[in-house]
């Protein structure tokens, strides 16, 4: 099984705009890089709208070679840079999913493939988008903490978080004991359809941003940059 692992959340450079907005600050995203030589590798990333009450994912993507340069290319930018424009006090941050053992430059494109689909599966409910699910096919990968592991060790604090943003940590019922809820770490993207999405939640942290989108949210579907 191909092993992938999650670091961050990497917070994204951000500068003031000739309007007053806020955009991506270019020149100092090479922060990003000595913080984590990680992100030079094969796999997936994910871009997230933080706030005092949470997260958000942004908008998901893979890479087969160097998530970095994937993730911050131009048109990720622009894409970025508007959605900042309506979110006045929005704060984006980087999570990188990437493969563990690598030969060469290149990833295990298959396993990349259904990890994107998996995390827009989640990423997409949880901003109450409906997405169609791919993946049908026997999971040969597994995301260390997250999803398909074996359960072994404490998840660190890049899991943890990368979870709560992500909307794939469970909330245990008053009264019921911790050992009844099934772990989301053990969901596989063929039952990715039995995700619920947490719309309030993330209704709470757009308001919170200063954006427009918070009712939007709460009755149809916001757009995402693509």
Known sequence: MVQFVVKGPFPVPLRKGVTGGRLIHQEQLKVIVQECDDVSKPGCYVFSCASGRG????????????????????????????????????????????????????GNETCIDDIEDWLIGFASRRTAQLLNIHGARP?????????????????????????????????????????SIVEDAEITPEAIESASPEIEEAAEIEDEVGSDQGDTLRGS??????
């Open 139 to 179: 999971t040969k990968w597994s995301i260390a903490g997250v999803a398909n592991h074996d359960g072994r060790g404490h998840p660190g604090s890049s899991v943890l978080s990368f979870k709560a943003m992500m909307g794939m940590t469970t909330k245990r019922p008053k009264g019921v004991p911790r050992s």
């Open 55 to 106: 997260s958000l994912p942004v908008y998901v993507g893979k890479a087969s070679k160097n998530i970095f340069k994937e993730a911050f290319n131009d048109r990720n930018i622009n894409s970025l840079n508007e959605y900042l424009s309506n979110r006045r006090k929005a704060k984006i941050e980087f999570y990188v999913i990437h493969q563990a053992n690598v030969r060469g430059q290149t």
């Open 221 to 226: 579907s916001p757009e995402l940059p693509t």
